[in-house]
């Protein structure tokens, strides 16, 4: 999987780095920071794929990819 600028991205659940951070380096990596997942949303970062939030129940209805805090912070380096 590759982040391209211009794609959208949204954050659920807790997170080792600051909720904050991740958002400003998605921003710096060209990247649209949604506050909730739509069918428009191209990935989800949750660290609890299981944990029922309805951010991720949104991401499996719109087959929205998830990753984890970890893989989303490789992937937006290759970005920026």
Known sequence: MTL???QRVAFSGHFLSARTDLEARARRA???VDDVVTESTDV???NDA???EPAVRAALV??????DEYTFEEHVSLVA
């Open 4 to 6: 391209r600028p211009g």
């Open 30 to 32: 060209g990247l649209r």
């Open 44 to 46: 989800l970062v949750a």
């Open 50 to 52: 299981g944990s029922g």
């Open 62 to 67: 719109h087959g929205v990819r998830l990753l």
